[in-house]
Nanobody
Framework: QVQLLESGGGLVQAGGSLRLSCAASGATFTRFNAAWFRQVSGKEREFVASIKWTGGATYYADSAKGRFTISRDNANNTVYLQMDRLKPADTAVYYC???????????????????WGQGTQVTVAS
């Protein structure tokens, strides 16, 4: 099992940027397909973006396209989410998640991912 630790959340003004990091440890990072989700209290967890273990493919929710960029540094076992042009609607707890598999299938369901971090709060002020 891979342990995940998110960082980089905080308070930012609308239109600003934040970069979230997800540091992985424990099991091998190889073949670890990663994703970012977000959740507002009282609502379901929502898919944001995912990246193949090779870094060679990515997939975004419509709400993230053109503003967010997911990337990874396999040498340092870290996944990133660069968030630009932030909006108040982006306010949520952001979670890093992953599943170890050769197959990357653009899955957006939280139940598909079996490794999760504790989350980091992102608040965008208007």
């Amino acid at each position: 099992q891979v342990q995940l630790l998110e960082s980089g959340g905080g308070l930012v003004q609308a239109g600003g940027s934040l970069r979230l990091s997800c540091a992985a440890s424990g099991a091998t990072f190889t073949r670890f397909n990663a994703a970012w989700f977000r959740q507002v209290s009282g609502k379901e967890r929502e898919f944001v973006a995912s990246i193949k273990w090779t870094g060679g493919a990515t997939y975004y929710a419509d709400s993230a396209k053109g503003r967010f960029t997911i990337s990874r540094d396999n040498a340092n076992n870290t996944v990133y989410l660069q968030m630009d042009r932030l909006k108040p609607a982006d306010t949520a707890v952001y979670y890093c998640a992953g599943r170890t598999s050769f197959i990357y299938n653009f899955n957006t369901a939280p139940a598909y991912y079996n490794d999760w971090g504790q989350g980091t709060q992102v608040t965008v002020a208007s």
